[in-house]
């Protein structure tokens, strides 16, 4: 571990190193660590980069007490930290899985994920469920978050989730009609067990054998009025975390007969709050924006139409190859003959501290990232294979995280839809100023992702690559002003 430790970035420090190390019983001084980083016990390898931060995160979310717990004065404790965050871009390849750990100083932890999915990379994907799945020894997760509907994103779902219990699993509201287009587009047929998803992804996430999932939230389409709220819960250090409190809103506007939204006997099916978000009390929360501009521009008549084939294909499988192929020539007389397009709809998602008193304290990644102090920009923003290639829909989603300066925060940046061209816009980089800028992809896989142009965009807001081998983590303390 000390290997592997000395080979981070920002370059820790020996002192900070033997920290890691330093209990009664244990010899281990600057000498010996001064040996290792000069090539002593050459033989013997490094430990993987995911268990040494994994270690790390835990002894900094555990802490040993310290000497003015014991004092009498109770003043003279003087304990900021309030929390240790470790995050994790896996190696899946063309593909995307993110998750995150919050360790509480005051006790208890709040793990969460963001898509789990590859087409390049199955046995990659699968080894980095497994490996997750063994870190989080038998916890639940707090939050599982679906961007959208592509199998990229969610073919990994089912094994993640198996005798996984979930506590809050959130998805982007789209409509019946609307989902199976996107099943067109990603060219799932009558005969994929996968269309019982688009039918109805709340009661075909119910039933996965071996899944337990407390409720399944919808996230609606943002109106050009929605700003997320400001936050008004302060910070308390002697909150343990007792997991996330949803802000839960009305169903959607005409959502009337969606199955998705009727609710299942084993599981709670609700809907965000416009502007809603999941909360850790006291520490963190999760703001997810659903882009409703990227919706079809489909007049009545069309949805009429669409919603009918829909009725028809919910009734059984008998004719439902017919159905589909009903729905594309609907689609395509309306509007063109092309082909009906998958990437649609994605639900960013804002991950950071409450409010603005608690403030990150960098420990160490594996690859460059640049804090900025006055920024405080280790927040995450998450895109899926969202669009920000307009200036119009970068204004939406910077009037909705205006408050609280949360894109100002947002510096962990995943690079939308692997960093393919039609999604972004030229100079967008300069605008976000990430900290670090995370490509989730294949480069060899068929769309050789990410595009040149917009590499070269982001080329010096600290590039990181993740691909089939190569993830990214970071640890950071999370502390009080």
Known sequence: MIKTMLAFRPELSKQAVLSYFTRP???LNHRLIAEIAGGRWSHIPAAPVQATLA??????????PLSGSYADDEESTDLTRLATMELTWWPVGQGLFMSGRLFCIA???????YDCGSTSGAAERDRAIAT????????????VVLSHFDSDHINGIVRLIRGTPVRTLLLPYVPLWQRLLIALGEGIGADNALLDFYLDPAAYLAGIDGSEIDEIVFVPGAGPDDIAPGSEDEPDPDRPIEGGKVEYGP????SEGDPALAGQANVQVRTLAPGGRIIVPSLWEFVPYNDAAMQPLADAFFVVRVKRVAGALLAGRRRQSVMLRLLKRIYQRTFGSGSVPANIISLFLYAGPIGTRIRFDPVAGTAPFRINLNRDNLAQLATGDGFLDTPARLVALQRFYVRNRRLDRAGLLQVMHHGARPNWQP?????????ASIFSSDPDYTHAHPAPEVLRDFWS??????????GFSLVANLELR
Do not use: E, I
Not at 55 to 64: D, E, F, I, T, V
Not at 107 to 113: A, D, H, K, P, S
Not at 461 to 470: I, L, N
């Open 427 to 435: 100079g967008l980089a300069a605008v976000l100023k990430p900290a």
């Open 251 to 254: 169903p959607p506007q005409g």
């Open 107 to 113: 006790g208890g932890q709040f793990n969460w994920v």
């Open 25 to 27: 019983g244990r010899d």
């Open 132 to 143: 997750f799945r063994s870190r989080l020894a038998g916890r639940r997760l707090d939050l």
């Open 55 to 64: 270690y790390m995160a835990q002894c900094l979310g555990h802490p040993y």
């Open 461 to 470: 807001w600290c590039p990181v690559r993740v691909d089939k081998v190569t």
